[in-house]
């Protein structure tokens, strides 16, 4: 009996503080001195009753606040619209930045080392310098032999277009020259591929050996050239002048890195090259300028620094000095053409960004307290605490900036990576680059903090309203 009068007195309270208005209850502590007998219940039930009413209390909290959200939807949109596009660009801007910063951190294992010429860019070496490469080249701690761990790497450019004058960016076609028994094995991202895609890979490759002249193609590249797997075209080359060749499609990349690349037999290319000496008399001007790359594998970094230190002293290659770096100190080499542009994106436009997007959501939680002093006034007259309706102001900033940041960061993650497959990111040989699985937390991070701190000013300019300034001034 006693317990269930305690029940009826507590359901009392909560519903004559609604009959007035009062949306989050009366904290305990403000209790009147009549109803402290049921602080003296049983601990059991004290907690369980404290519980209940704590739960009533913030469930009725947040929806005062989704109504006061609802309250100015022309308000809520605009800044809604402004967070949403603000994060978009943020959560990109990062998305970049961390793959950037992932192709050039250093690996302790599974080394990519490129050997290019040391003092000129484009690097143009001599192809004779192939086959004492390959001599470097360790065998790996699984067993597999130094000649598989190296690879060579010749740019063959050219038109589909008769002619060269009239070339656009639908008809340019790059091939990569290389032998290819390694696309499958030495190629960054085609070595991890899932069985049955690899296998694929094996196959085309397999192809491309029995016939100089198959090549494989991007799908990216594809649609471009308006060509599809089977079809032959020629090339019309303006890095090899003279060597036009014609090729035949045996196969398509996965979708990714390589969607606007192509690749070719290297013996197609350099025959190719002999067969016009002996018809000319004399070498083509490029027959000494053919090796541009040679990518090295490595499992041990101190065997990576051995194999650097005999290539760059070596006697074989006193003709065109040579370097050997890993892939990510020369990815970032390539990339100093840009550190500038970066480092702005990264220290100026995110926090500019950052700021305006908190001015925003300020300006618009200062509008709604100013409009709302009136009402403020009559909530502390109910009962309302200060802490309480500074609550109420940053939870409404929150839930705002909460959400909007979820749904851009979400919805971008979902239309770029799933949707459109990556946006094309054509710089240092990267296909395309995705939104990073870290920006489905960096939106709702986003949108809370520049929320939060918009909104801090205006939520204590509520919380410190005086309702006798108020009354005095409706009076």
């Excluded at 519980?51 to 989704?66: N, P, Q, S, V």
């Excluded at 499992?299 to 290539?311: G, L, R, S, W």
């Excluded at 990510?328 to 990264?346: K, P, Q, T, V």
């Excluded at 937390?441 to 006798?468: D, H, N």
């Amino acid at each position: 009996m006693r317990a269930a009068r305690h029940e009826r007195r507590v359901a009392n309270v909560m519903v004559g503080a609604d009959s007035f208005g009062l949306r989050l209850g009366t904290r305990f502590t403000t209790l009147p001195w009549s109803w402290w007998p049921l602080v003296s219940a049983p601990v059991e039930r004290r907690a369980l009753n404290f519980a209940h009413f704590l739960e009533l209390r913030d469930m009725k909290l947040f929806l005062l606040m989704l109504k006061n959200v609802r309250r100015n939807l022309f308000r809520t949109i605009l800044t809604a619209l402004g967070t949403m596009i603000l994060v978009l660009v943020v959560t990109g801007i990062w998305s970049v930045l961390e793959f950037l910063d992932s192709a050039t951190t250093e690996k302790s294992q599974n080394i990519k080392g490129i050997v290019t010429e040391r003092w000129q860019i484009p690097s143009q070496m001599p192809f004779s310098y192939a086959r004492p490469l390959e001599d470097y080249a360790p065998a790996n701690k699984s067993g597999v032999p130094g000649k598989d761990n190296v690879m060579t790497w010749q740019f063959y450019g050219g038109t589909t277009d008769p002619d060269p004058t009239k070339r656009t960016f639908d008809s340019e076609f790059l091939a990569i020259a290389l032998e290819p028994s390694k696309i499958h094995t030495m190629m960054d991202e085609l070595d991890a591929l899932p069985p049955a895609e690899k296998q694929n890979l094996v196959d085309i490759a397999e192809k491309m050996t029995q016939k100089r002249e198959g090549v494989v193609v991007g799908p990216g590249r594809l649609k471009l050239l308006k060509k599809q797997v089977g079809d032959r075209f020629k090339v019309t080359s303006f890095n090899y002048r003279g060597i036009d060749l014609e090729f035949e499609i045996v196969g398509t990349f996965p979708e990714g890195r390589y969607d606007l690349s192509a690749a070719m037999n290297r013996d197609y290319l350099n025959d190719s090259l002999d067969a016009w000496a002996r018809k000319s008399s004399k070498p083509h001007p490029m027959a000494n300028k053919t090796l541009n790359l040679v990518w090295f594998r490595f499992d041990d970094p101190n065997v990576f620094n051995e194999v650097a230190d005999k290539i760059v002293n070596g006697p074989d290659f006193t003709e065109v000095p040579v370097k050997l770096e890993t892939a990510s100190s020369g990815i970032g080499n390539f990339l100093e053409a840009y550190r500038d542009l970066l480092w702005g994106m990264r220290w100026l436009l995110c926090p500019a960004i950052l700021v305006t997007l908190s001015l925003v959501v300020a300006n618009a939680i200062s509008i709604s307290v100013r409009e709302r002093r009136q009402e403020l006034a009559v909530m502390k007259v109910l009962g309302f605490v200060p802490r309480q309706i500074l609550i109420l102001v940053l939870g409404e900033a929150l839930l705002l900036g909460i959400l909007c940041g979820s749904v851009s960061s979400g919805g971008a993650y979902y239309l770029v990576n799933q949707i459109f497959g990556g946006i094309p990111f054509p710089i240092a040989f990267f296909g395309a680059f995705k939104i990073s699985t870290h920006a489905l937390w960096w939106g709702p991070a986003i949108g809370a903090t520049t929320a939060f701190l918009g909104s801090i000013v205006p939520a204590w300019s509520a919380r410190t309203v005086k309702v006798s300034e108020v009354f005095s001034k409706v009076a």
